[in-house]
């Protein structure tokens, strides 16, 4: 079922015609109460029996919000124009919203692609598009962007793990972009048969559940401690390197193999050691002690 527009007029003629009509029916009884013809009576009190049946057809439809009729039961189509209107009086109307809301999911305890257990929530921003749709074809519009969001980011949880690995996969901490693209279009999917159109979707939490949030630090530690000390090792290596090539180079001292090993081994002690070193100065010979 596809949303359609309904039948209005505006409301302000029709407030001056319902007006005239009570004018008429007021008139027609003072006719009557003048000896005049004794139909006149009942045709007022039909007029005002109208009018007062009209007065039901109006309503008031806000901006970015419609107005979905039933006659008898039935769609009769969906009206968006603003201000005061006038429809059918027999008509039901019901009110939909068509501005953009957002709401922010529960925190979610699920398992990632390796099966670490996580937690995770959501932001998801959402507006009505086919108010047909959000009436007729779901039972509680609001109540099922609520779950089937849920469902869908619990859904695309599973399909990354929680950090990248070597292989270049998405991860869930690192892709951003990716992961809010993909939870989007998961959602998009469930919303489809309600009239809804998804604006944006955004993780709001994630974090490691408490059971390993404490082994997954260390990890997490180690791996940084890990890739600082290849860091400072490289940059070591290099430092000696270049120390070497200069001192060859403007020709200050001539050493060995065995001497340029123990000064190599020295300057990485130095350079790599995490505590700051006691120099030894050496008042001998070069190969004396």
């Keep these: 079922m596809n949303e359609r527009q309904g039948f209005s007029v505006a409301g302000i003629p029709m407030v001056f015609l319902c007006f005239l009509m009570g004018l008429?029916?007021?008139?027609?009884?003072?006719?009557?109460?003048?000896?005049?013809?004794?139909?006149l009576g009942p045709a007022g009190v039909l007029l005002i029996a109208l009018a007062l049946l009209m007065v039901k057809g109006f309503f008031q439809v806000a901006p970015n919000e419609g107005q979905v009729l039933q006659l008898f039961g039935k769609y009769a189509g969906t009206v968006r124009a603003e201000g005061l209107r006038w429809t059918n009086p027999f008509c039901t109307r019901?009110?939909?919203?068509?501005?953009?809301?957002n709401f922010?999911?529960?925190k979610l305890k699920v398992n990632d692609s390796d099966g670490n257990p996580i937690e995770i929530a959501a932001v998801v921003v959402w507006q009505v598009i086919d108010t047909a749709e959000a009436v007729f074809c779901v039972d509680d519009y609001e109540n099922f962007v609520t779950i089937q969001s849920e469902s869908a980011l619990r859904?695309?949880?599973?399909?990354?793990?929680?950090?990248?690995?070597?292989?270049?996969?998405?991860?869930?901490?690192?892709?951003?972009?990716?992961i809010n693209n993909h939870l989007r279009d998961e959602i998009q999917a469930r919303l489809?048969?309600?009239?809804?159109?998804?604006?944006?979707a955004r993780i709001s939490h994630l974090a490691y559940a408490q059971e390993i949030a404490q082994a997954m630090l260390q990890r997490q530690q180690a791996n940084a401690i890990v890739a600082a000390r290849e860091r400072i090792v490289e940059g070591a290596v290099g430092m000696v390197a270049m120390a070497l090539d200069k001192l060859r180079?403007?020709?200050?001292?001539?050493?060995?193999?065995?001497?340029?090993?123990?000064?190599?081994?020295?300057?990485?002690?130095?350079?790599?050691g995490d505590r700051a070193t006691q120099p030894v100065v050496n008042a001998g010979t070069l190969y004396g002690g």
């Design 249 to 272: 180079q403007q020709g200050v001292v001539e050493l060995d193999e065995e001497r340029k090993a123990a000064m190599v081994s020295n300057l990485l002690v130095v350079l790599c």
């Design 24 to 39: 008429g029916s007021v008139a027609l009884w003072m006719e009557t109460a003048r000896g005049s013809v004794g139909y």
């Design 155 to 178: 859904q695309m949880a599973q399909n990354y793990p929680y950090d990248a690995h070597d292989d270049g996969k998405p991860a869930l901490r690192s892709h951003g972009d990716v």
């Design 94 to 101: 019901r009110r939909v919203s068509l501005r953009v809301r």
């Design 104 to 106: 922010e999911s529960g």
């Design 192 to 200: 489809d048969k309600a009239g809804v159109r998804v604006v944006e």
